[in-house]
């Protein structure tokens, strides 16, 4: 029996342990490092976009977990050369679909250090260190957004998370109405919708307000529908306005909203994930003012604050209407009450386990300075405007929208031939696909009043106007030859 149970000890010892020597820990972070730093090396010589079909994915990836675990160098092999490149390189300088995002690396360094001290922010008990840096970060961005001392909120895992934080806030603070109803408009971001459903706001009861020519909500348009409303029995929950869209970079008339919103008493919040941080330069200043009237504020800073993903943000004017909402004792957890003064971040928001997320701004501002921050934005506002003029002097070329926050939107359409709208369409859509197989830069297109269209989103520090110019030149040539096979035909 002795024999028989020191084999099982033995056994055990081997066959369930999950740790690695130092000097294996050491060995493998250091590898993982220089591969990283490789790839931000050549990054600018790299395609911006692979892909690949799922059949070929899964015959390479697809395959019973195994039994016994093989050389940790052969798994980060794999990884860097089969799963992570397969991707778009939304850190590539020529990337300029969608919404890019370009982590500094003080940033990843951070999330690196955050997931080997393995803490749960949830509380001050269990990470006190942590829950202070966060107030700090937050006191940083109630200072830039103009809010009065006494605001504050939390960091969330994104701008869908601060939404669905501030409606249900706003729902309480309306007193969690039987019939509300709540009011965007139709270039508002498809969290704001999917926000109001959760909360528990009927489809038909999600107003999509008609916007003005330059994208902004149209304040009559509001009014009708809030006044039609109440007179039908529903209670406005929330309005919620942009300060940036992600189609064109649209801000609503702030302050013209905030007057309305404290007349007819209903919560203002601006979604802000895309554009907020601009605020930090004096032309994003000058274009957010208002934005300090907001009951919440949503931001996300794995865009204009180049961090990695998961650093979304809600801001509030008043703390108290999220700690009433999301402060739910419980006996397990009651050891985490410290004290008036030392917040848990789990009274604040949805999560109740959440990893640290301000030290990777803290790490990177501490790095660089706010000065360097200021320059990359403004750098970004520049570059779109010197866009916006190359388009304007192009004879194949037209601006939908003027460049706002970083983003531009045209089309192909040229100015000594004539197209009705559904050509027009064909024809760019042929563009784009030129581009997004052709691998030198990355497009990519929405939809502005039933209008097909062009998209360049640029907030990219490493980008230049090299990075720039050359893309909309690749984009005057397919212009051109999509122009003349479809003149062809």
């Keep these: 029996m002795n024999d028989v149970g020191s084999k099982n000890r033995r056994r055990d010892e081997q066959g369930t342990s999950l740790q690695m020597s130092p000097e294996q820990m050491l060995e493998l972070a250091n590898k993982t490092a220089e591969l990283l730093v490789e790839r931000v090396k050549n990054l600018p010589e790299m395609t911006v976009w692979e892909g690949e079909f799922r059949p070929v994915l899964e015959e390479q990836l697809l395959e019973d977990p195994p039994e016994n675990g093989r050389p940790a160098e052969e798994v980060i092999e794999q990884t860097v050369r089969n799963i992570l490149p397969v991707a778009l390189r939304l850190d590539h300088p020529r990337c300029f679909g969608f919404i890019p995002s370009a982590p500094t690396w003080p940033g990843v360094l951070a999330d690196f ?16 260190g942590p829950s202070e840096l966060e107030l700090v970060v937050i006191e940083w961005f109630r200072n830039w957004l103009g809010y009065p001392k006494g605001a504050g909120g939390l960091l969330t895992s994104g701008g869908s998370a601060a939404s669905l934080d501030a409606f249900v806030a706003a729902r309480e603070a309306a007193g969690h109405p039987e019939r509300p109803s709540v009011y965007m408009s139709v270039q508002s971001h498809s969290a704001q919708i999917r926000s109001a459903r959760i909360v528990g706001v009927r489809q038909n009861s999600i107003r999509l307000i008609p916007t003005d020519r330059h994208y902004r909500i149209n304040l009559d348009a509001l009014a009708k529908a809030v006044a039609e409303d109440r007179a039908a029995g529903f209670r406005p929950i929330v309005v919620s306005a942009n300060a940036g869209t992600s189609s064109c970079g649209a801000i609503d008339p702030l302050e013209a909203l905030a007057d309305y919103c404290q007349d007819e008493k209903i919560w203002l919040h601006v979604d802000a994930a895309y554009g907020g941080f601009s605020i930090i330069t004096n032309e994003g200043r000058e274009l957010l003012q208002g ?3 907001a009951d919440s504020i949503g931001l996300d800073a794995h865009k204009w604050l180049f961090q990695p993903y998961e650093v979304g943000c809600l801001m509030v004017k008043d703390l108290g209407t999220l700690e009433r909402v999301f402060s739910v004792r419980h006996d397990i957890l009651q050891d985490t009450i410290w004290g008036a003064d030392y917040p848990n971040f789990s009274d604040r928001g949805i999560q109740l386990s959440r990893s640290v997320r301000a030290l990777k701004i803290w790490m990177s501002i501490q790095t660089f300075g706010m000065a360097a921050f200021v320059r990359a934005v403004s750098q970004g506002l520049n570059l779109a405007k010197r866009a916006e003029k190359f388009i304007e002097d192009s004879s194949i070329l037209q601006m939908l929208t003027p460049a706002m926050l970083g983003i531009v939107c045209f089309r192909v359409e040229p100015a000594d031939k004539v197209f009705d709208e559904e050509s027009l369409e064909q024809i760019n859509k042929d563009v784009l696909s030129r581009i997004f197989w052709g691998d030198r830069a990355f497009v ?10 062009l998209r360049m989103c640029i907030i990219n520090y490493n980008t230049t106007w090299k990075d720039v110019h050359e893309t909309l030149t690749v984009i005057v040539e397919y212009g051109k030859e999509a122009v003349h096979q479809f003149c062809s035909r």
């Design 113 to 128: 250090m955050v997931a080997g001290y393995n803490v749960n922010q949830g509380f001050w008990l269990t990470a006190s």
């Design 291 to 293: 934005i300090e009237r």
């Design 444 to 453: 990519s297109s929405t939809s502005l009043n039933g209008q097909f269209t």
